[in-house]
């Protein structure tokens, strides 16, 4: 049988992609080298509790039609991203806010929290900053850099923060206000049955094939539909002919720990020089699960190489130049659209993963009719 689509990749991008595709009639073939569908937004049960096996995944978005979307999916918890910072075993609320302030200098008014900020970045006289460190300086002053900054942010570029370029941080969110939720978005939470839940549900009209890599027959898989969604990697795709994208990976060290409550919140940023580790995730917070026993991940930034998983695409100059060239090598590729993360080198939340698949597939669908 001839099926519509290929759709390569049944992370988020295509199985929203699916989910439209056969609302419609379209038959959709998906295809995943892993050996599980969701991508990156994967969930598994383990004692209970939902694990984030790719890294904390809270959900979130001030687009009202992309929150009914994922709702048809699943009912979302009252979650609110509060993490919190960990340097040298002192606690300090994130992001940057009123609370933090007062941990961090004894304030308690805005006024006297702009005060010391105002009179760091004077003191510093960071006019033209050159690299990132002056660049944070420059925007909030010493104290937050050294304690909040340097360290979670060298260890997420394995570099030191004076050779990183100033362009990483275009600006830093501070909060004069007492109030530790991590996003501005009007909605937010967790699903309460997992991410995965969700991802079955889209795809449950679709043939789905797990543990197959597109690029060990491509030509076999592209002929058994009439078009392919590729959301893989851009470069590989073309066979890497102008280049490898660069990107940062990270590793995960996942442990169960048979105590019913380890850190008290769902993330800790570890934001010292010396803890090898920028975060542990602690699942069961998530969900404000009371299971008996609990489960943390530690995330550890790591160099990439080709082969590893690649989480984080570095959109240097260099390197968006580079995506430049395959974007227009894959504009000319016909009956093949490419979308999601890996194949537009883009770091995407998840509403914004659903808006360009709700996009990519209604101007798609539009031209099959
Ligand atoms: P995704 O990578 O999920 O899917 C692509 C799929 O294609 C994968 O399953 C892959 O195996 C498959 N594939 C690739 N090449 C293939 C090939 N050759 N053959 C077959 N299959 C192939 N967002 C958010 O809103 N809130 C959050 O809190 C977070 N947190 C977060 C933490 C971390 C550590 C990261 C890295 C990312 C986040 N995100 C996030 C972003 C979120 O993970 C992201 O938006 C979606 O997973 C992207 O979905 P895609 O379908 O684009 O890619």
């Known amino acids: 049988m001839m099926y519509d689509y290929l759709i390569v990749g049944a992370g988020l991008f295509g199985a929203v992609f699916s989910y439209e595709a056969t609302k419609q009639g379209k038959t959709c073939l998906v295809i995943d080298k892993r050996h599980h569908i969701g991508g990156n937004i994967y969930t598994e049960k383990q004692a209970g509790i939902d694990v984030h096996k790719y890294g904390a995944h809270i959900f979130h978005t001030n687009s009202k039609k992309i929150w009914d979307y994922v709702n048809q999916f699943a009912a979302f918890n009252r979650f609110t991203n509060t993490p919190i910072a960990n340097y040298h075993g002192d606690i300090y609320n994130l992001p940057f806010n009123m609370n933090t302030f007062h941990q961090l200098w004894g304030v308690v008014t805005p006024?006297?929290?702009?005060?010391?900020?105002?009179?760091?970045?004077?003191?510093?006289?960071?006019?033209?900053?050159?690299?990132?460190?002056?660049?944070?300086?420059?925007?909030?002053?010493?104290?937050?850099?050294?304690?909040?900054?340097?360290g979670y942010t060298e260890k997420q570029w394995g570099r030191l923060a004076t050779e990183l370029p100033a362009f990483i941080i275009k600006r830093l969110p501070v909060r004069f206000t007492y109030d530790n939720n991590y996003f501005n978005d009007r909605y937010q939470g967790i699903p309460t049955e997992g991410y995965t839940h969700i991802i079955e549900q889209m795809l449950e009209k679709s043939d789905v094939r797990l543990g197959i890599d597109f690029f060990d027959d491509k030509d076999h898989y592209q002929q058994l539909a009439k078009k392919t969604v590729f959301t893989g990697m851009i470069d590989q795709y073309f066979d890497y002919v102008d280049g490898t994208l660069d990107y940062r990976s990270l590793r995960?060290?996942?442990?169960?720990?048979?105590?019913?409550?380890?850190?008290?919140?769902?993330?800790?940023?570890?934001?010292?020089?010396?803890?090898?580790?920028?975060?542990?995730?602690?699942?069961?917070?998530?969900?404000?699960?009371?299971?008996?026993?609990?489960?943390?991940?530690?995330?550890?930034?790591?160099?990439?190489?080709?082969?590893?998983?690649?989480?984080?695409?570095i959109n240097d100059e260099k390197n968006n130049a580079l995506y430049l060239k395959y974007k227009q090598r894959a504009e000319k590729?016909?009956?093949?659209?490419?979308?999601?993360?890996?194949?537009?080198?883009?770091?995407?939340?998840?509403?914004?993963?659903?808006?360009?698949?709700?996009?990519?597939?209604?101007?798609?669908?539009?031209?099959?009719?």
Do not use: C
């Not at 960071?126 to 104290?143: F, K, M, R, W, Y």
């Open 111 to 150: 006024d006297e929290a702009k005060e010391v900020i105002e009179r760091q970045k004077q003191q510093a006289g960071v006019t033209h900053p050159t690299n990132l460190e002056e660049q944070a300086i420059s925007l909030v002053g010493t104290d937050i850099y050294e304690k909040l900054i340097k």
């Open 252 to 313: 995960f060290e996942t442990e169960l720990k048979p105590i019913s409550n380890y850190q008290g919140n769902a993330v800790v940023n570890y934001t010292d020089s010396d803890t090898p580790y920028t975060r542990i995730i602690e699942h069961k917070h998530f969900n404000f699960g009371t299971q008996p026993d609990t489960i943390i991940t530690k995330e550890y930034p790591s160099d990439w190489k080709k082969g590893d998983e690649p989480y984080y695409p």
């Open 333 to 369: 590729e016909t009956n093949v659209i490419f979308g999601g993360r890996l194949a537009t080198y883009k770091y995407y939340d998840m509403h914004q993963v659903i808006g360009a698949a709700l996009e990519t597939a209604e101007r798609a669908l539009s031209h099959d009719q």
